[in-house]
Each structure stands twice: as C-alpha cells, then as structure tokens.
C-alpha cells in the first residue's frame, strides 16, 4: 500500500513531467480507490483502477499510456484486398539485400 502510494504521489508526477505528450491524473476520492486515467491530445482518454495494483503494474499501465496514440483499435473483419499493388511489390522479411564492399 506504501509503496503504490508512494509511486503514485511521486513517481508518477516525474513520468507525467518527462512525458508531456499523455496527461496523467490520479483521481482518489474518498472511501473510493485511486483511479489513474490517461488523456490524449485528440480527446480519447484510458483509465486503470489502481485498487490492489502494484507500483510496477501501475507503471507498466502509464507506459503503455505513453507509447499508445489514443485511437481506437479498429478491427477488419474481411482482409485488405486492393486493385493497385505497392509498386515496391509485396513486403518479404527474407528479400533484404545486404550490399557487399567492392572488390
């Protein structure tokens, strides 16, 4: 309990100042748990009950806040066919071309 409260009031503010591109609010209201919610720039916001949630759970939650774009996951329930390939053809992990020094 010290210790997420801890990280909460301290650790937490030091995350929000290096990273001012999430805000990050801890709301804890009386006889209630604290609730940590992360607000986009685009108006989209998360949030994580911080009820029996340890110091690097709750961590762990705000990074994941700080490398997220705040959209929406949009799932395709058809894949994605078009009439115009990449003129860069199709993408092939093993087709790298590493170049040899001149001889």
């Given at each position: 309990?010290?210790?997420?409260?801890?990280?909460?009031?301290?650790d937490?503010?030091?995350?929000?100042?290096?990273?001012?591109?999430?805000?990050?609010?801890v709301i804890?209201k009386?006889r209630?748990?604290?609730v940590?919610?992360g607000?986009?720039?685009?108006?989209n916001?998360k949030?994580l009950?911080?009820?029996?949630?340890?110091?690097?759970?709750?961590?762990?939650?705000a990074v994941?806040?700080?490398?997220?774009?705040?959209?929406?996951?949009t799932?395709?329930a058809?894949p994605?066919?078009?009439e115009?390939?990449?003129?860069?053809?199709?993408?092939?992990?093993?087709?790298?071309h590493?170049?040899?020094?001149?001889s």
């Amino acid at each position: 309990e010290a210790n997420r409260r801890e990280f909460l009031s301290r650790d937490l503010v030091r995350f929000a100042e290096a990273n001012p591109t999430v805000e990050i609010s801890v709301i804890k209201k009386s006889r209630q748990h604290p609730v940590l919610t992360g607000r986009y720039i685009n108006g989209n916001e998360k949030a994580l009950d911080a009820k029996n949630r340890s110091a690097k759970e709750i961590a762990d939650f705000a990074v994941r806040l700080r490398n997220q774009s705040g959209r929406k996951v949009t799932r395709y329930a058809k894949p994605v066919i078009t009439e115009r390939p990449s003129i860069q053809g199709y993408f092939n992990p093993f087709a790298e071309h590493v170049p040899r020094p001149a001889s």
